[in-house]
């Protein structure tokens, strides 16, 4: 199954403002570039933390796409908790990613935040990255990833510049595997 991972950051790095959830910072057009990228995939993998704050936002409750949270605590949403529609979680992500394959899911989205890029990426399970830079510099918030010894090769195929402020549109692909030091880290 081919995973992209959606991110928008700072130019140093940073995916919120500060402790603010939400990605209110982020420009019109990254946001119009996320509608058009759901629009073109059924299945979104997301942490419960961001599942919280996108429910409403997002419109999550009308979606017909499958929407896969991951979570320790899968009884704490199950009045949410939908075949199909929002399944919560706790397998490590291989599994995770073996179940959709065997239902046929062959692409899906990868939303965030930052634990759930880690827990992926680290578990090399991340195909394609679209990274939207902001013209901005946040002195704390939280960063793309945590903190461990990854060393993830690249390789750009897209590049633009979506608006007039300088917003740029990155796509790679991710070209080996990136795990350093694999078992130092969890797998679930
Ligand atoms: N700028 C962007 O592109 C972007 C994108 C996405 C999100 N965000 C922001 O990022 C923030 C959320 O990021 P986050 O890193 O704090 O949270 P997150 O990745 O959305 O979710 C973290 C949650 O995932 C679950 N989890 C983590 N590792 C797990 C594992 N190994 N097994 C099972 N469950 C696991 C835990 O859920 P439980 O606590 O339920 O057990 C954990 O609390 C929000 O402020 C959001 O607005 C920004």
């Known amino acids: 199954m081919e995973l992209t991972m959606v991110v928008a950051t700072t130019l140093n790095g940073k995916i919120t403002q500060g402790d603010k959830s939400g990605s209110s910072w982020t420009s019109k057009e990254d946001s ?3 509608n058009k990228i759901e629009k073109q995939n059924n299945l979104i993998i997301m942490g419960s933390k961001t599942f919280e704050i996108s429910y409403d936002l997002l419109h999550l409750p009308t979606s017909d796409k499958l929407h896969v949270i991951v979570t320790r605590n ?5 009045d949410y908790q939908k075949e199909g529609g929002f399944e ?11 179940n959709l394959v065997m239902r ?3 692409k899906g989205l990868l939303l965030g935040g930052s634990e759930i890029y880690t827990l992926f990426i680290s578990n090399n399970l991340v195909d394609n990255l679209y ?4 013209p901005k510099i946040f002195g704390s918030g939280k960063s793309i990833l945590e903190n461990l010894p990854l060393n993830v090769q690249l390789k750009l195929e897209e590049m633009q510049k979506i608006n007039t402020q300088g917003t740029i549109l990155l796509k790679y692909k991710v070209i080996t595997d990136s795990i350093l030091q694999k078992q130092e880290i969890p797998l679930g």
């Open 88 to 98: 919560f979680t706790d397998k490590n992500p291989q599994d995770i990613i073996d």
């Open 131 to 134: 990274i939207t830079i902001e």
């Open 74 to 78: 899968k009884a704490k949403y199950s």
């Open 32 to 34: 119009e570039f996320l």
């Open 104 to 106: 046929g899911y062959k």
